[in-house]
């Protein structure tokens, strides 16, 4: 059963049946609930019943800032909030000064009366699929009655904290899959919006050429609304299209191998329901996936590169023992790669983008958001080797978007027989995200099943 959701939250809100600051009394005792420790790294009680204040007068008066106004949400800890200090996930930023003023992504939210409860949990300074943190601890993945799994990463706890029922709107960052993953693995919705949507500022980096920002929510209507009032919008300029209109593509390459079984067979009944419901879906080649993944693997990943660039006197200096070793290995990597493959890279990448949209025109893409379900974090925590196949394996779909420059959308699909979750995405070339969100409208209920 799908939880209770923004739009309604914020109808109850505009009615008056529910009231801003009650609802952040309702938050704050569903965080003590849940009880995971790892989710915040730090609560903003102070600033969100300011907030809430704010925000029931304007509601009493009939003059909402927005449709959210009043609603509660929560960003991960790579948003600047003024007069704290960013974490990153990571310890070794304690010393830094706090912000000077909040990113303009929370700036905006703040003028759409977004009420912020606090600063998510993440993997250290973004970098992984997975979402382990050893320094604020690993949010636990609330779906499922067996051992605690992974949360997905690196967005971890914005996905966590949605599935939990906590807020119903999250904000995360997604380089490599961050949103998609953590949306797939925790049953929720996530929008990698295309890069250049949102603005950077105050956000901190991971690959300023590939890092993008969205919405974890529970449904795609939600992320809509969430983007339509942070772009300052008084209505959504998005609506379903007709699912006849929807002509969907198959890649034959890559994003299907090494699917488990669960993935497989609920992607393989999405498909069968879309189609019988009218939409049309091609299978296509696509060898420049094939071409993509090889370039990564035996030339650069262009996100290590940058990532190198920027923490080069953390990882070369005393700091480099109190960062997560997986995180610093993965970064490390790129120290091998010559100018030569750098330049080989952006140009080859540059050329893989043309070749790939002129292929899909103006279809969507669709595939598994990632290959399984969220796995046990004990293993993973145990073996660096386990981890570094299941990271690798976990972000090798939505990586590949990343690289090619897709926006994307990961849609709850079902469950496997441990009830974990699976996701279904849609992808489209950079700045068709309208097109994308008016298709997870239309087809959202026929994912799901």
Not at 15 to 30: I, M
Not at 123 to 145: D, K, M, Q, V
Not at 381 to 386: G, H, I, P
Request: include cysteine; hydrophobic fraction near 45%; charge should be negative.
């Amino acid at each position: 059963m799908r939880k209770t959701s923004a739009s309604t939250i914020s109808a109850d809100l505009r009615s008056g049946r529910l009231d801003p600051l009650d609802l952040v009394d309702q938050v704050f005792a569903r965080i003590a609930e849940v009880g995971d420790p790892a989710i915040f790294t730090e609560t903003l009680r102070l600033r969100a019943e300011a907030e809430a204040h704010a925000a029931r007068a304007r509601l009493r008066a009939g003059n909402p800032a927005s449709l959210l106004d009043g609603l509660p949400v929560a960003w991960k800890d790579l948003f600047d909030f003024k007069d704290r200090v960013t974490t990153a996930g990571s310890a070794v930023l304690a010393e830094n000064a706090p912000a000077a003023q909040d990113a303009a992504l929370v700036g905006a939210g703040a003028r759409a009366g977004l009420v912020s409860v606090g600063a998510l949990n993440m993997t250290e300074f973004a970098y992984s699929g997975i979402g382990l943190n050893p320094h604020f601890g690993t949010p636990r993945n609330p779906n499922g009655s067996g051992p605690a799994r992974s949360p997905g990463g690196s967005s971890s706890a914005s996905g966590v904290v949605v599935a939990a029922d906590i807020v119903p709107i999250a904000f995360g960052t997604d380089t490599g899959g961050s949103i998609r993953i953590p949306a797939a693995f925790n049953g929720v919705v996530g929008y990698k919006t295309s890069t250049g949507h949102y603005p950077m500022a105050g956000v901190f980096p991971l690959s300023p050429t590939l890092d993008t920002l969205g919405p974890l929510a529970h449904s795609v209507e939600d992320c809509v609304l969430a983007d339509t009032v942070l772009r300052g919008l008084q209505a959504p300029e998005v609506h379903a299209a007709p699912v006849a209109a929807l002509d969907f593509v198959i890649p034959d390459a890559v994003m299907f191998d090494t699917l488990s079984p669960a993935v497989s067979m609920n992607f393989d009944a999405s498909v069968a329901r879309l189609e019988q419901a009218g939409a049309r879906v091609r299978r296509i080649v696509l060898p420049e996936l094939t071409e993509t993944l090889e370039l990564i693997t035996h030339r650069a990943v262009l996100v290590a590169v940058e990532a190198l660039d920027f923490h080069w006197d953390r990882l070369h200096g005393p700091d480099v023992a109190r960062i997560d070793p997986r995180v610093v290995r993965r970064i490390m990597n790129a120290a091998k790669t010559t100018a030569v493959d750098y330049a080989i890279l952006l140009r080859e990448r540059k050329r893989l983008i043309a070749a790939v949209n002129a292929r899909i025109g103006t279809a969507l893409l669709i595939c598994p958001t990632t290959p399984s379900v969220a796995m046990p974090i004990a293993a993973l925590e145990a073996d660096q080797e386990v981890f570094f196949h299941h990271n690798g394996l976990t972000l090798r779909n939505t990586s590949l978007g990343n690289f090619l420059d897709w926006c994307g959308l990961s849609i709850p699909n079902g469950f496997d027989g441990d009830m974990m979750p699976t996701g279904f995405m849609i992808s489209a070339p950079h700045g068709q995200d309208r097109a994308m969100l008016a298709a997870g409208l239309a087809v959202e209920d026929i994912i799901r099943g």
